[in-house]
């Protein structure tokens, strides 16, 4: 095992009624004057909002709430709501909802602590130097955003739109309520594409350039067979606790960085990403769901790279679905037939024509590999790393 270092300082707070836990942990964190930033309309509609806002007043604690963040968040929502935040003067943030509510509330916490900064700024290579408390309260299990370093947001102002994500320890939230029963309101589409999202947060640190650590190894493969387990009774029960709750504990576990801890830099695998990147280039495009984005395209990418490490595509297949099979190609193929049927138990698309409804042209498949490649300036993935033309080839292949 080798050197590193791992920090995880989100408190969690899980269970029923948790969200009745709000101002309190508001005010362990110093917060008096809370902007609280929400999505469409689930979160008034199930009279969450009214409830957290309540909470606050009862408290003391004077609040504002805004809504209107869309999935595939836009920065210029976020603009917005960081200069009403501003002009309430919040000292503290409060997101609630999934990755798209979050991931604008940390781009919100950032402007606020420095207003001088244009949100597009940290996405494009300014360092966030500090932020504002920030605190979740989650409402869909996916995209781990409750407790990850990371933010997305797609970029609506200019002439061809691009979803970016940025890595930061200030966007590591102060807690994250997490009640189970919050995510019971969920369209089954969501609940699979969530699931879909948190198999692939550990994926992608499974499938590392460098190895190592069989801890991490046997956390990421338990992680894998519980969602594999409870993601499907999800979908079909959407009020059935146990199931709900693993998947949510699950979400945040995928996304948390244990499951990726092991050989390379200073706090985890580097991992390898590819697929994510390949699935935010489609959102950007066709505002395409993210969950759907990638098991659209994982198939083709596995087929792509399993040459780099069979074995490690066979241990996938043998430690997560008990493939008895002592040929590594053998094994590999049949874990990726495997997780096909899982991610179809899921309800979700394995190709771009079940995905987008039509098949892309070769125009279309240009566009998406010039929007992956930042305009064929980048290569993306470590286990196998792919430039233009082999990410061209994976979205033909998963046409
Ligand atoms: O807007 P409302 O009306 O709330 O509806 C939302 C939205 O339409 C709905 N929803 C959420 N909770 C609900 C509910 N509907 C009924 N009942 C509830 N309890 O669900 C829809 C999707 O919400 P969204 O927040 O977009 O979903 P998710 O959590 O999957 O977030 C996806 C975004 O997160 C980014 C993705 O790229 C995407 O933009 N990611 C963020 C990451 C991070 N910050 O660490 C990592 C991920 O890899 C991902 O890239
Ligand atoms: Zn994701």
């Not at 495997?338 to 771009?352: A, D, Q």
């Amino acid at each position: 095992m080798e050197k590193f270092v791992y920090c995880s300082p989100t408190k969690i707070v899980f269970g029923r009624a948790a969200e009745e836990k709000t101002a309190g942990l508001v005010k362990e964190n110093g917060g008096t004057r809370v902007f609280i930033i929400y999505g469409g309309q689930s979160a008034v509609k199930s009279g969450l909002i009214g409830r957290i806002s309540s909470n606050l007043a009862e408290a003391g604690i004077e609040n504002q709430a805004m809504g209107g963040v869309v999935p595939n968040p836009l920065v210029s929502t976020a603009r917005e709501m960081a200069k009403a935040a501003l002009a309430f003067k919040a000292d503290f943030i409060l997101g609630v909802g999934g990755g798209s509510v979050l991931d604008t509330a940390k781009a919100v916490a950032h402007t606020v602590a420095s207003p001088e900064h244009d949100i597009w700024d940290f996405w494009t290579g300014t360092k966030v130097e500090k932020t504002t408390p920030l605190g979740a309260v989650l409402t869909i299990s996916a995209a781990g955003s409750e407790t990850s370093n990371s933010a997305v947001l797609t970029n609506d102002t200019i002439e061809t739109p691009t979803k970016r994500g940025i890595t930061t320890e200030l966007n590591r939230p102060k807690f994250a309520i997490m009640n189970p029963e919050l995510t019971m309101t969920l369209p089954k589409y969501q609940i699979g594409a969530g699931a879909a999202d948190i198999f692939m947060h550990t994926h992608e640190r499974y499938f590392a350039a460098v190895l190592g650590n069989h801890l991490t190894d046997e956390m990421a493969e338990g992680l894998f067979r519980d969602i594999i387990k409870y993601g499907p009774v999800g979908v079909k029960e959407p009020d059935n606790y146990e199931a709900m709750s693993e998947i949510m504990w699950c979400g945040s576990v995928s996304h948390i960085g244990l499951t990726g801890i092991g050989a390379q830099g200073d706090t985890a695998r580097e991992g390898d990403w590819a697929c994510h990147q390949l699935g935010m280039a489609i959102s950007a495009i066709y505002d395409s769901t993210h969950g759907a984005t990638l098991t659209a395209v994982w198939a083709a990418w596995s087929r792509y790279v399993m040459k780099n490490n069979i074995a490690r595509f066979a241990q996938f297949a043998r430690k997560v679905y008990g493939i008895n099979v002592c040929d590594d190609e053998i094994a590999a193929e049949m874990g990726i037939v495997c997780t096909n049927e899982f991610f179809r138990s899921l309800g979700m698309p394995l190709s771009l024509t079940e995905l987008l409804g039509h098949a892309p042209s070769d125009e279309e498949i240009e566009a998406l590999a010039t929007e992956c490649t930042y305009g064929k300036t980048r290569k993306i993935g470590s286990f196998a790393s792919l430039d233009y033309d082999d990410i061209a080839a994976i979205y033909n292949n998963c046409r």
